[in-house]
């Protein structure tokens, strides 16, 4: 079997295997959870076919030259909303995770904001628009994926280090898309990393990618398929660490009540004083004329 041959049936597996995992999102009712993750999945399922029958054509020589410009554009057209719809679906990923905690879930979301900001600058002060035409398009989907691909991994981290904390289960479908979205980041910085040292299609690092592409793929359709355990409502000590950083996160950014503070006295404290007793002296003179 030669190399472009097994190239072609890894990319009709991982249609097919998009196709799958889009009916089994749909069927267990997942896109009410994550609405821009289906999105995703359905965009993916779509365009992957296409893409791989516009790219047979182009390289059996079925199709006019024209059609080279066609994928092109419309390769990186699906690449560059595909980088931002990945962002939105770490946000629904995190707002996920957090639900319980309303403060920490509005602290992080501000602070997801900012670190995705902080993510594109890095990654686009690294690009080299030197090369204009066609190929400065590639460099800058690469840099938009390359900082998408940091907040997956940020996230997935975030995750792994707080799963007791916020109670999640490693069968957790929230747990599994960040798992199955960082193995994807990374396996998109090991082929851009390598792209300018392997540009053909049937390099060995090219049946790497799509190898690891196939079993992430598997890996999400397990996650789909097997039973979600259901995240019972649970009680936290008001001793605990992650209780307290929820109320100092809900108290972040609101006024509070108001408390009614008494203007220091501008005269001299004797001055007070000598108007105290003389107010006592008034008061039981008063009384004494009373009693009389």
């Known amino acids: 079997m030669s190399s472009q041959i097994a190239m072609s049936i890894m ?7 998009w196709t799958v995992l889009g009916i089994l999102f749909w069927r267990k009712k997942l896109q009410r959870r994550f609405q821009v993750l289906s999105s995703y999945i359905v965009l993916r399922a779509v365009t992957a076919p296409v893409f791989a029958i516009l790219l047979f054509g182009i390289a059996h020589g079925w199709m006019h030259g024209n059609c080279y410009f066609l994928y092109f554009y419309s390769y990186w057209l699906v690449y560059f909303v595909s980088a931002a ?19 920490l879930l509005r602290l992080g979301t501000v602070a997801f904001r900012w670190a995705a900001l902080v993510s594109l600058i890095v990654s686009f002060s690294t690009v080299s628009l ?15 994926m ?19 904390a916020l109670r999640l289960s490693a069968r957790d479908m929230t747990f ?22 392997y540009s053909s299609m049937t390099a060995p690092i090219q049946f790497v990618y799509e190898a690891l592409t196939l079993v992430a793929l598997g890996l999400w ?4 398929a097997i039973p979600e355990p259901v995240r019972k409502p649970f009680v936290v000590p008001v001793s605990s660490t992650v209780y307290r950083w929820n109320e100092i996160a809900s108290a972040l950014g609101h006024s509070g009540t108001r408390v009614a503070v008494q203007q220091p006295s501008t005269g001299f404290f004797l001055t007070d004083v000598e108007r105290v007793v003389e107010k006592v002296l008034a008061r039981n003179m008063k009384i004494k004329e009373n009693e009389s």
Do not use: N, Q, W
Not at 11 to 17: F, S, W
Not at 85 to 93: D, G, K, N, S, T
Not at 96 to 102: E, F, I, Q, R, S
């Open 176 to 197: 599994g898309i960040s798992l199955v979205l960082g193995i994807m980041s990374s396996l998109d910085f090991i082929l851009t990393s390598l792209m300018s040292h």
């Open 85 to 103: 719809m990945l962002y939105f679906v770490c946000v629904e990923v995190f707002r996920a995770a957090l639900l319980p905690y309303k403060g």
């Open 146 to 164: 390359r900082s998408v691909s940091i907040m997956e991994l940020c996230l997935l981290g975030f995750l792994c280090l707080s799963m007791s």
């Open 221 to 224: 359709i397990g996650y789909c």
């Open 11 to 17: 990319g009709v597996a991982e249609v097919l295997l």
């Open 130 to 144: 030197s090369r204009p035409g066609l190929e400065s398009i590639k460099y800058v989907g690469f840099a938009l």
